[in-house]
T-cell receptor, first 115, second 115 residues
Framework: AQKVTQAQTEISVVEKEDVTLDCVYE???????LFWYKQPPSGELVFLIR??????QNEISGRYSWNFQKSTSSFNFTITASQVVDSAVYFC????????????FGKGTRLSVIA | DSGVTQTPKHLITATGQRVTLRCSPR?????VYWYQQSLDQGLQFLIQ???????AKGNILERFSAQQFPDLHSELNLSSLELGDSALYFC??????????????FGSGTRLTVV
């Protein structure tokens, strides 16, 4: 079975601080995909990144960066120089590459960025 | 606009009633997934259809049912509604049955309030 754990329920930071959102996953599959989604107060789910389990390179996109470590089954997300617009709930998710298991989500981390 | 259309955006109904939520997948996507997001349960997978056939089932209550029509749109029927059914219901679509290689595209959700 697949499981995604986001131990941080809520995080509050002051604008311009860096913040890291943790994600730990469990799967018996050797190939899988990991995702991060953002859910702003308006409610929609916004896709941020997809990572193949074969690719352990870290990725940076503007102020966002992701650290994938297969050895610790973690896929952490860092926001550098946070802004108020980053306030949202962030979800980490996992899907195996084979079989018919649907996307499994963590419970999410609510990030509040205070001006 | 993600290309996945959900209607209605908001729905308020009384306990014991029945409602139908509608989802039109992104053009070319054959798979439709339904998720329920309640305050304390996070994003829970309900059911998946692929090209008109049910492919995977999650923690979907017996009071809930779904179908996918020949034009690939899907409907989620919720009956004998209870207060605890109040939630945000998301539909997602993908090209393949697994969705892993291509990812999911989510609609903006239907917010159901049962009073």
């Amino acid at each position: 079975a697949q499981k995604v754990t986001q131990a941080q329920t809520e995080i509050s930071v002051v604008e311009k601080e860096d913040v890291t959102l943790d994600c730990v996953y469990e799967t018996r599959d050797t190939t899988y995909y990991l995702f991060w989604y953002k859910q702003p107060p308006s409610g929609e789910l916004v896709f941020l990144i997809r990572r193949n389990s074969f690719d352990e390179q870290n990725e940076i996109s503007g102020r966002y960066s992701w650290n994938f470590q297969k050895s610790t089954s973690s896929f952490n997300f860092t926001i550098t120089a946070s802004q108020v617009v980053d306030s949202a709930v962030y979800f980490c998710a996992l899907i195996p590459s084979s079989g018919n298991t649907p996307l499994v989500f963590g419970k999410g981390t609510r990030l509040s960025v205070i001006a | 606009d993600s290309g996945v259309t959900q209607t209605p955006k908001h729905l308020i109904t009384a306990t014991g009633q029945r409602v139908t939520l509608r989802c039109s997948p992104r053009s070319g996507d054959l798979s439709v997934y339904w998720y329920q997001q309640s305050l304390d349960q996070g994003l829970q997978f309900l059911i998946q259809y692929y090209n008109g056939e049910e492919r995977a089932k999650g923690n979907i209550l017996e009071r809930f049912s779904a179908q996918q029509f020949p034009d690939l749109h899907s409907e989620l029927n919720l009956s004998s509604l209870e207060l605890g059914d109040s939630a945000l219901y998301f539909c997602a679509s993908s090209v393949a049955t697994r969705g892993g290689n291509y990812g999911y595209t989510f609609g903006s959700g239907t917010r159901l309030t049962v009073v």
